[in-house]
């Protein structure tokens, strides 16, 4: 089965039934990451439409000034939420420095949660790699899904020593650094994601809507770089993402779904 680990569904606005057919005829398992409470609660809605979507709770790094003191509030649905994310640090993309101390304070309080339920968390690490790093050790979360990491090689292979899986999406098709980092994941932490459906068009700055197959391009892409097959990729990231919720207390039903003869 291939496996999505990092999608934003609720933005497909009027390309959501396309999509969501195209997750159960192509068999895409799909996290789907929230960016706010607005997003997570159409999240939950999506969610009860097809098997393969998993929604999680999250508040994303652009997000995190709206939020910061309102945290208590956020309570009842990160405990809830099966899994944590998106969350995480961007001290590249968002310029505005006043928000860095908020983000800063709304990602600890999702890991420490994360920590406490035992939940895997989804991670946006833009130039705060190590100061994560720090927060997932002190937390002792010890499943974490990196998500498109771009930041620097010896704080990447301090990750891949504390156990964290990564996710290789689009940039992969165009970007010689993200080739090296797909080829530097060892087997055991390969995952795959598109964060669609804006990242293609972020990427290429055009309008395109990706839709959810573009994760067997990801796949071949990443199948070419570590001399491997698409067939043979997705099945490590299948297995990849098995073994992580292996003995999550919170998706014992996921799992058999994805173990399931015909997945
Ligand atoms: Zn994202």
Redesign the pocket.
């Given at each position: 089965m291939l496996i999505d680990a990092?999608v934003?569904l609720d933005k497909y606005a009027d390309l959501l039934d396309q999509a969501l057919r195209e997750i159960d005829t192509q068999r895409i398992f799909t996290v789907a990451?929230a960016m706010d409470l607005p997003s997570y609660l159409e999240l939950q809605e999506i969610g009860k439409r097809s098997d393969l979507v998993l929604p999680t709770f999250g508040i994303?790094p652009r997000r995190a000034a709206e939020y910061a003191n309102r945290l208590p509030e956020l309570g009842r649905y990160i405990d809830m939420s099966p899994a944590i994310g998106?969350i995480g640090l961007d001290f590249h993309w968002v310029k505005d420095t006043a928000t860095y101390p908020a983000q800063r304070k709304v990602l600890e309080y999702f890991i420490a949660a994360a920590g406490e339920q035992n939940k895997f968390v989804n991670l946006?690490t833009k130039a705060g790699e190590k100061e994560i790093l720090d927060l997932l050790v002190e937390y002792n979360v010890r499943r974490a899904i990196i998500?498109?990491y771009s930041g620097p090689m010896d704080v990447l292979a301090a990750m891949i020593d504390f156990g964290c899986y990564f996710t290789i999406g689009v940039e992969v098709l165009y970007s010689d650094y993200i080739k090296e980092i797909a080829k530097t994941i060892p087997d055991h932490l390969l995952l795959t994601e598109t964060?669609n459906p804006g990242a293609l068009r972020w990427l290429k700055k055009n309008d395109e809507i990706a839709m959810p197959v573009t994760i067997k391009s990801v796949v071949k892409a990443v199948a070419e770089l570590r001399q491997s097959t698409p067939e043979r990729t997705e099945n490590l990231v299948c297995a990849n993402f098995s073994r992580m919720i292996k003995d999550d207390p919170w998706l014992s039903e996921i799992r058999n779904r994805l173990l399931a003869p015909n997945s």
């Open positions: 990092h934003h990451t994303h998106e946006h998500h498109w964060d």
